[in-house]
């Protein structure tokens, strides 16, 4: 059995489904498949209305650990990622993917297009017509990554989907960021003092003012086309005006961001933006813009010899516990009335689990890309572990 089948394998003891006896494993169904039956059965014990998404690593779609064709047949979405690279994204398209998630959803949309031009067959067709663009922490290739002018960017490419990252901070506030921690390659203190890994910044520790206050995170490490320049974002700028933060690069909370899209949506159909020719079409994106948001836990249970590749990364949570994360989630969801506009995403199945079980009309989606975090047993705790 190859290390890929045995991952899959640990997410499948992840949802208490169990491992097959190496005798079985000749003829065991697809990994894949057992994991988003199960999950499916689970959810809709709880009244779920949306079969769970599979959400793999992409290059697994290409290894038969994803086999796109039956997981369709059985009604299952599968929305790899991340990629930018045209080869690959033409291929997955090709393979059967329902959308992707892409640090590049410019290039993605065009090709999308392009593939769109030529298909011959209806079902293909019909499947791109439908195609689910997710711009990767809003558009990471081309602005810094989880901030508002990363969103603005998404909104102005009218892709389908902003994909992005939460935290929880000592407050309880829902903070949009892809580490447990403000990443120092990303981030800086406005004030210039030294900020680094011997001093970084844990959302769980700090109140969601202080960090708006005391952090910028407009570094542009990522690639050559990822670009800060401010008067690229001035929705973004007024945006962050009228709110009191420092620069439209401050972090910003998960309640910010869904005000953003309605302050976004006004600025174009009655405010300064009214009169430039694309404001209709940013009115549309904004009205329609999904947000696919990833809870950042890492699974509980890891191997013995775990060792993480980048070095500033924990083992362990530094972070609210499962339902606690579910709680803020989705508290503010509701409150800004965005329930038919989000899905849920992680490698932690907890919180999925939670989701599906307290508010089962919102979408889960199953990431199993990552080969460094392995799965939790299926106990939820309520305490969070340090």
């Given at each position: 059995m190859n290390?890929t089948?045995?991952?899959?394998?640990l997410?499948?003891?992840?949802?208490g489904?169990?491992?097959?006896?190496?005798?079985?494993?000749?003829?065991?169904e697809?990994?894949?498949?057992?994991?988003?039956?199960?999950?499916?059965k689970?959810?809709?014990v709880?009244g779920?209305t949306?079969r769970?998404v599979l959400?793999?690593?992409?290059?697994?779609?290409?290894?038969?650990?994803?086999?796109?064709?039956?997981?369709?047949?059985?009604?299952?979405?599968?929305?790899?990622g991340?990629?930018?690279?045209?080869?690959?994204?033409?291929?997955?398209?090709?393979?059967?993917?329902?959308?992707?998630i892409?640090?590049?959803?410019?290039v993605l949309?065009?090709?999308?297009?392009?593939?769109?031009?030529?298909?011959?067959d209806?079902?293909?067709k019909?499947?791109?017509?439908?195609?689910?663009?997710q711009?990767?922490?809003?558009?990471?290739?081309l602005r810094p990554?989880?901030?508002?002018?990363?969103?603005?960017?998404?909104?102005?490419?009218?892709i389908?989907t902003?994909?992005?990252?939460?935290?929880?901070t000592?407050?309880?506030?829902?903070?949009?960021?892809?580490?447990?921690f403000?990443n120092?390659?990303?981030c800086?203190?406005?004030?210039?003092?030294?900020?680094?890994?011997?001093?970084?910044?844990y959302?769980?520790?700090?109140?969601?003012?202080?960090?708006q206050k005391?952090f910028?995170c407009d570094k542009?490490?990522?690639?050559?086309?990822?670009?800060n320049?401010?008067?690229?974002?001035?929705?973004?700028?007024?945006?962050?005006?009228?709110q009191?933060?420092?620069?439209?690069?401050?972090?910003?909370?998960?309640?910010?961001?869904f005000?953003?899209?309605?302050?976004?949506?006004?600025y174009y159909?009655?405010?300064?933006g009214?009169?430039?020719p694309e404001?209709?079409?940013?009115?549309?994106s904004?009205q329609r813009i999904r947000?696919d948001?990833?809870?950042?836990l890492?699974?509980?249970?890891?191997?013995?010899?775990f060792?993480?590749?980048?070095?500033?990364?924990r083992?362990?949570?530094?972070?609210?516990?499962?339902?606690?994360?579910?709680?803020?989630?989705?508290?503010?969801?509701?409150?800004n009335k965005m329930?038919?506009?989000?899905e849920i995403?992680s490698f932690?199945?907890?919180?999925?689990?939670l989701?599906?079980?307290?508010?089962p009309?919102i979408?889960?989606y199953?990431?199993?890309g990552?080969r460094?975090?392995?799965p939790?047993?299926?106990a939820?705790?309520?305490?969070?572990?340090?």
């Amino acid at each position: 059995m190859n290390r890929t089948i045995v991952v899959l394998n640990l997410l499948i003891v992840g949802l208490g489904i169990g491992v097959p006896s190496p005798a079985q494993t000749a003829t065991q169904e697809n990994p894949s498949l057992v994991l988003m039956r199960e999950a499916w059965k689970r959810a809709s014990v709880h009244g779920a209305t949306h079969r769970p998404v599979l959400s793999p690593n992409y290059p697994d779609v290409f290894t038969g650990l994803v086999p796109i064709e039956e997981l369709h047949r059985e009604g299952f979405r599968v929305l790899p990622g991340t990629t930018s690279d045209e080869k690959e994204l033409r291929a997955l398209i090709k393979a059967g993917a329902d959308g992707m998630i892409t640090d590049r959803p410019d290039v993605l949309k065009r090709i999308v297009a392009e593939e769109l031009s030529i298909a011959s067959d209806v079902d293909t067709k019909a499947r791109l017509e439908r195609f689910d663009i997710q711009g990767h922490r809003g558009a990471r290739g081309l602005r810094p990554e989880n901030t508002l002018p990363a969103y603005e960017q998404a909104l102005d490419l009218g892709i389908s989907t902003i994909e992005l990252d939460t935290g929880v901070t000592s407050d309880k506030v829902s903070s949009v960021w892809h580490d447990q921690f403000l990443n120092p390659r990303s981030c800086r203190r406005v004030d210039g003092s030294q900020y680094g890994k011997e001093n970084q910044v844990y959302f769980y520790d700090v109140q969601m003012a202080d960090l708006q206050k005391d952090f910028i995170c407009d570094k542009t490490y990522f690639s050559p086309e990822q670009k800060n320049d401010r008067s690229l974002s001035p929705v973004a700028a007024a945006f962050s005006k009228q709110q009191g933060m420092p620069d439209p690069y401050s972090p910003v909370s998960l309640d910010q961001v869904f005000r953003f899209v309605r302050f976004y949506e006004e600025y174009y159909s009655s405010g300064q933006g009214s009169r430039r020719p694309e404001a209709g079409p940013r009115v549309s994106s904004a009205q329609r813009i999904r947000f696919d948001i990833e809870t950042k836990l890492i699974p509980d249970f890891l191997p013995k010899d775990f060792s993480h590749p980048t070095p500033v990364y924990r083992t362990t949570n530094h972070t609210a516990a499962p339902l606690d994360f579910v709680e803020v989630i989705l508290k503010t969801i509701r409150s800004n009335k965005m329930e038919s506009r989000c899905e849920i995403e992680s490698f932690d199945f907890r919180t999925l689990r939670l989701i599906e079980e307290t508010a089962p009309e919102i979408p889960t989606y199953y990431l199993t890309g990552n080969r460094q975090l392995f799965p939790q047993p299926s106990a939820i705790s309520d305490r969070p572990t340090k």
